[in-house]
């Protein structure tokens, strides 16, 4: 292990140690900042963003939604469905040089299906798991289950990625702290200073695909030496760089900055994902863990004052009484109810609420800040008393995973934006899901909804699996997991000199091109 860790620093040392000049380094400023690396453990989107930067996986999702092999070569399924044999590409290393084998397929799988709502389901239904030959891993089901290929290539957080065997061996409920990768970048460790400045340097290692980049899947071309993320908490900091070509991305540019560099050739502005905001509340403490009072919340939002408080363009938002996607194809507004504040102050005194405080995280760098601050005040003009914190997203990403009552630094409520892949059907989707402590941050509990989710899953058609997305809904309604607060697309700044930038919902700097 000594001697692998050591190849990969001198690796990125002396890649680092190249003039400046010799290196190419496209400069992002992301939307938030890197606080850990572990993908498994974690459904923050930063650490996504880096898994993406440093994994690979074993399928990838392309630009029509549909799974393709990505560190596979091949595979094959039984006549009934319940053996999946899958074989490696040949030249797959991790960044410490070692080869990628399918005991390292499986002790990253088996740690993932521990963690991520569709990995448990694929484990729950799991007889056995074996790395066969060095290339070859054999998945063998106890019934037949209609989403393995979904599973192994789910698009957005708490990613299957494959890690070395021995730094998957993490017990799942502790972070991981090694990144030694799989993927067309690795990170420069020594440079990442939290707070500041996270580096990245090609890996010389990766071995991509043939095929070209198509939307999270094909090939994955490192076309850059250095990708750093230049931490930049203020807006217009970020805006006055970019215009100043100190940068060359600005991640999450707030949709109000656009008419600031439109007429300015030298800058770019697209569409970056689709997110559906999310409103959690703490349902292991007191008071949101009376349903009365998360209904209360549900009648106190109106989607379209909350969203407008971000974005006053209605090309970049949409209305969607739903917990699933407006153009996901289990969307439904069953039993949805319309915001009406003297109903969710009968509910507040249904919930025999006393006054409890209701602590507020808001991160104020983010999209959902203008949402948290709308809600807030309809919180407050029902009668609840909101105590509103504002921090970093990196402050919140921490505190969020606490179960402590509010009076020793716990929280009642934050806002957050799932990407559209995390919230179009009612397995892989991150809020929805409701088993108790395997829960997203909120910790839901509802064995209705789960034993919903798990007939989705064998389902025979999509007919069917459209009945129960609908009763999931309508439960939903009566639980209250979350409050949608309705949806938009988030906008980067670029230099329109890039070449190759791709919009899979997902920011990616794989195939990026720029000037020395």
């Known amino acids: ?96 040089n070692t080869p990628v084998t399918s005991t390292d397929v499986v002790a990253s799988l088996k740690r993932w299906g521990e963690r991520d709502g569709l990995g448990q389901q694929l484990t729950a239904h799991t007889a056995s798991l074996t790395a066969t030959d060095p290339k070859t891993v054999t998945l063998v089901l106890k019934d037949r289950w209609g989403l393995v290929l979904d599973a192994l290539g789910k698009p957005s957080s708490m990613l299957p990625v494959i890690m070395p065997a021995r730094i998957a061996a993490t017990p799942s409920n502790q972070n991981i702290t090694d990144a030694t990768g799989s993927g067309p970048f690795m990170l420069v460790k020594e440079q990442w200073s939290p707070g500041s400045k996270i580096v990245y340097a090609k890996a010389s290692t990766y071995q991509p ?208 934006g799932p990407a559209a892949p995390d919230m179009t059907e009612p397995v892989g989707h991150l809020a929805l899901r409701s088993n108790c402590e395997n829960s997203w941050f909120g910790w839901p509990c509802d064995e209705t909804i789960e034993k919903l989710r798990a007939a989705f899953t064998m389902a025979p058609d999509i007919e069917a699996r459209k009945q129960i997305a609908r009763k999931i809904q309508e439960r939903a309604v009566e639980t209250v997991p979350y409050v949608p607060v309705g949806q938009f697309w988030l906008v980067r700044g670029q230099q329109a000199s890039l070449k190759g930038l791709l919009s899979p919902g997902v920011p990616v700097y794989w195939n990026v091109s720029k000037a020395p």
């Open 1 to 96: 292990m000594t001697r692998r860790m050591a190849l990969a620093a001198g690796f990125a040392l002396s890649l680092a140690a190249l003039p400046a000049a010799a290196q190419t380094v496209l400069k992002v400023r992301p939307f938030g900042d890197l606080r850990t690396l572990d993908p498994m453990t974690t459904s923050d989107y930063m650490v996504r963003n880096h898994a993406y930067m440093v994994y690979d996986t074993l399928f990838a999702q392309d630009a029509k939604g549909l799974i393709k092999p990505q560190m596979v070569e091949s595979f094959t399924t039984s006549p009934d469905g319940l053996t999946w044999t899958f074989v490696l590409r040949d030249g797959l290393k991790f960044h410490d």
């Open 209 to 416: 695909r043939k095929e070209a980049p198509d939307g999270l899947a094909g090939g994955k071309l490192a076309n850059v030496d250095r990708v750093e993320w230049l931490i930049m908490p203020d807006a217009q900091t970020a805006l006055n760089a970019l215009q100043a070509g100190e940068i060359d991305i600005f991640e999450e540019m707030p949709p109000d900055m656009i008419q600031l560099v439109k007429g300015n050739a030298k800058i770019a502005v697209s569409k970056l994902a689709a997110l559906q905001g999310v409103f959690r509340m703490n349902q292991s403490q007191p008071p949101f863990n009376n349903p009365k009072l998360r209904q209360a919340i549900l009648h106190l939002v109106d989607q379209e004052q909350a969203v407008r408080a971000y974005v006053d363009d209605k090309a970049l938002y949409t209305v969607c009484p739903s917990f699933y996607m407006c153009d996901s194809p289990y969307f439904t507004d069953a039993a949805w109810p319309k915001a009406d504040l003297a109903a969710a102050k009968k509910l507040i005194a249904e919930s025999g609420y006393k006054g409890e405080k209701i602590v507020v995280l808001d991160a104020t760098e983010t999209a959902l800040s203008p949402q948290t601050l709308v809600v807030s005040q309809l919180m407050r003009d029902a009668g609840l008393n909101v105590d509103y914190q504002a921090m970093d997203w990196g402050t919140l990403s921490s505190r969020r995973t606490s179960k402590n009552p509010v009076e020793q630094g716990g929280w009642s409520t934050f806002a957050s």
